[in-house]
């Protein structure tokens, strides 16, 4: 016995040592700039970083789904059907993202994969980028840097330079999620009246703030000075504005778009703004992004486009990765997550 108890005790350990370290779920993180995340999810689990900014390729996503347990994506990493389909091993998926457009969500959920965003920590964020463009492009600031630098200020000429007031202005805002609302008490501010549009009227919010609903994005582009687009990319908003809601927009009217790019037909708005129907545009996403230099939208003075940066303070940049990263650690230790999309949805 003395003998036989050592190794069989021994031989248990192993055992047990070996499937502690079989049984670690690895997750799979499409980019290489989230230290924080990644340094917590190393803690719990095997974490393999995809070790540039450049977004992986889809056969390595197509590849990892059968082989991880967790992901965490950013934005445009696509979670479609056949990645669904393909997945063997994959419980979760965490997007450093507030918006789901890049995730089937029916396949997943009949798939019993787990997925999540991050709301509650951006919205601040993109309310002060959205004021940022609005005022970027109502008093040029992004036109007169560019003819500073070319050497234009020769003399002091206001007149070349004439914008418009943002202060006391209609605001127009298409969606009432924590971004609208945040937008919403910056306008408070600047002394803005603000419209705006919902399927889903929410009276407390009108109340809160003294805005007032309207009952179509119409009513919204006839009355407002600056429309502010704050909806989720899904099949009834893409394209909601075209040419012809451009021609229901005021002469004097900027749009600020820092939801997602397919949301405005890109070329619409372009010969909106070259025709005039519309005075400017501030755009943070585009269709398709990255937009090609040579795109006719970068040959007008009127319009200031960002790569897709409205969340892209340092602070919330990495807040956002923490929170995907909680969501994940919550979904595989059985948790309840900060904030999962289809938990109502699985099969
Ligand atoms: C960024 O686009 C986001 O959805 O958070």
């Not at 980019?31 to 889809?58: C, G, K, M, S």
């Amino acid at each position: 016995l003395d003998v036989i108890l050592p190794f069989v005790s021994n031989h248990f350990t192993c055992l047990y040592q070996e499937t502690i370290v079989m049984d670690r779920p690895k997750v799979f993180v499409t980019r290489n700039y989230h230290p924080e995340a990644v340094n917590l999810l190393e803690q719990e689990f095997d974490v393999e970083v995809w070790d540039t900014n450049i977004p992986p390729p889809r056969e390595v996503i197509l590849d990892k789904v059968t082989e991880v347990q967790g992901m965490m994506t950013e934005a445009f990493d696509s979670i479609d059907r056949e990645v669904v389909e393909t997945a063997i091993t994959l419980r979760v998926v965490a997007n450093r993202a507030v918006g789901t457009d890049n995730f089937d969500i029916v396949a997943a959920s009949n798939k019993g994969i787990l997925l999540a965003n991050t709301p509650g920590v951006l919205h601040e964020t993109c309310a002060d980028m959205t004021f940022a463009l609005m005022l970027g492009v109502a008093r040029r600031v992004v036109y007169a840097d560019r003819q500073v630098r070319a050497g234009a200020w020769k003399v002091l000429d206001q007149s070349a330079y004439l914008g418009f007031d943002v202060n006391g202005k209609i605001l127009g805002i298409v969606g009432i999620g924590q971004i609208a609302q945040a937008v919403i008490k910056r306008a408070i501010g600047f002394n803005m009246e603000v419209i705006y549009f919902s399927r889903t009227r929410r009276p407390e919010i009108e109340h809160e703030y003294g805005i007032r609903w309207v009952k179509d994005v119409s009513a919204i582009l006839s009355e407002s000075d600056f429309v502010s687009m704050h909806v989720p990319l899904t099949t009834e908003t893409r394209g909601i504005l075209g040419i012809n809601e451009f021609k229901k927009m005021k002469k004097s009217a900027i749009l600020v778009n820092t939801s997602r790019g397919p949301v405005v037909d890109s070329l619409a708005l372009y010969h909106a703004l070259s025709n005039g129907l519309i005075a400017g545009a501030g755009l943070d996403v585009v269709d398709p992004e990255p937009i090609s230099p040579d795109h006719p939208l970068l040959t007008l003075p009127n319009v200031v486009v960002t790569p897709h940066i409205a969340s892209a303070s340092t602070t919330t940049f990495s807040g956002m990765a923490i929170m995907a990263a909680e969501n994940i650690i919550a979904a595989l230790n059985g948790e309840k997550m900060p904030s999962c999309i289809n938990s109502d949805l699985l099969r």
